[in-house]
């Protein structure tokens, strides 16, 4: 019995030794998940405060504009651009009321061009964007299609890096014009744009129109082999000469 209460007590001792030894790393572990959640919190805290900030210097330097001072502010930036133009653009085909307008405008493109701009457009990767993809690339202008951008989503334009000028729909919708803007000149505001620009222009799932021409005659005619030229080019409201080049003979 005595042998017996012996061997127990030394059991539990040698369970408490261990036991303290084991809450050590424990203790620890605890402790540096203490200041991982502590360092978030903090860090979650700066972030909020600087998104804060960013908004409030937004909202003091933009400018809110109608839909016609939006595009005659458009036509403007053409005009007094110095060195590039980049702009993220629904690129829909324009309605008879918008005709004039995009004329406008790509007029201004081509003559910026001229000057020796470099202008860039982001339009959305839909097949009737390709109508005023034609139109930029016609005049000059660098032209790319991107599946990530949403037609009835804000469009930008940004000017030699130190403005950018946004246009917003007044909902959502698959169509829906511009219907009021902002002009900020702001070399910070605008390089938040520049580096969403910049990550589509890159991307490998952005196409020139070329690229994505092809891609859209390819799967014409593999869905109907006997489509022809004129069929093809009026879907699409561009030229029979382009799909001609590409797809042959019809």
């Excluded at 050590?24 to 405060?49: A, D, H, M």
């Excluded at 952005?206 to 891609?215: F, I, K, N, V």
Aim: aromatic share 8%.
């Amino acid at each position: 019995m005595l042998f017996n209460e012996s061997l127990r007590r030394r059991c539990v001792l040698l369970l408490q030794v261990e036991f303290s030894t084991l809450q050590i790393p424990l203790l620890l572990v605890e402790f540096v998940l203490l200041l991982t959640t502590v360092s978030l919190l903090v860090l979650n805290r700066k972030e909020q405060k600087s998104r804060e900030k960013m908004m409030s210097h937004f909202a003091s330097v933009a400018d809110v504009i109608t839909r016609q001072e939006y595009f005659v502010a458009v036509i403007d930036a053409y005009r007094r651009a110095e060195k590039r133009l980049s702009g993220s653009v629904t690129g829909s085909p324009p309605t008879r009321e918008e005709g004039g307008v995009i004329q406008e405008i790509v007029d201004a493109v081509s003559d910026s061009v001229k000057r020796g701009v470099e202008v860039r457009f982001l339009l959305p990767l839909v097949p009737d964007r390709l109508q005023m993809g034609k139109r930029y690339k016609a005049v000059g202008a660098t032209v790319r299609f991107h599946p990530a951008l949403v037609i009835s989503d804000a469009r930008y334009m940004l000017v030699d890096d130190k403005m950018v000028l946004v246009g917003v729909p007044e909902r959502k919708g698959k169509n829906e014009p511009t219907r009021k803007g902002y002009a900020i000149p702001s070399e910070s505001v605008t390089y938040l744009f520049k580096v969403e620009f910049e990550s589509y222009w890159s991307s490998a799932e952005a196409r020139s129109y070329d690229q994505y021409l092809t891609e859209l005659v390819t799967q014409a005619r593999t869905a109907n082999p006997s489509i022809s030229v004129d069929l093809i080019a009026d879907n699409l409201g561009i030229d029979k000469g382009d799909v001609g080049v590409l797809s042959g003979p019809s």
